[in-house]
């Protein structure tokens, strides 16, 4: 099983999360720790490959956490928000900046963890 390395404030972000979403959440990422992809997965390939949004639905809200399994030491949480895009299924470029911060983190980290 792969280690899971939370970036940033994501861990304290799904932390926040109502109950149900944290669960599926962490039933989600066990998965990816296990090399499985799970079905509530869908890759982010703006991102380039191996970058993958879990996508839950509660109460009228959407709940989004993006982790990276391409590197190679392991998964790497980068961001869990909840969604309030104004623009439909689209991203806030807030995200996008955050997810694209945090995933150049993970990739330094991967590169010298030991």
């Known amino acids: 099983m792969r280690d899971l390395v939370w970036i940033g404030s994501s861990l ?5 999360f109502p109950p ?4 599926a959440f962490g039933f ?10 799970p ?3 869908k890759p982010l390939t703006q991102f380039g490959s ?7 639905a509660f109460a009228g ?4 956490t993006v982790y990276a399994v391409k590197l190679e030491r392991a998964v790497y949480v980068l961001h869990a928000f909840k969604k309030k895009s104004k623009s439909g299924i689209a991203m806030p470029r807030e ?14 980290i991967d ?4």
């Open 50 to 56: 191996g970058v993958f949004e879990l996508r839950e």
């Open 95 to 108: 995200d996008i900046a955050v997810i694209e911060m945090r995933l150049k983190r993970a990739q330094e």
């Open 39 to 41: 079905s509530m997965a």
């Open 61 to 64: 809200d959407a709940f989004r």
């Open 20 to 23: 149900d979403v944290k669960r």
């Open 111 to 114: 590169r010298t963890k030991e």
């Open 12 to 16: 304290d972000d799904v932390s926040a």
């Open 28 to 37: 989600g990422l066990r998965e990816v720790q296990k090399g499985v992809t």
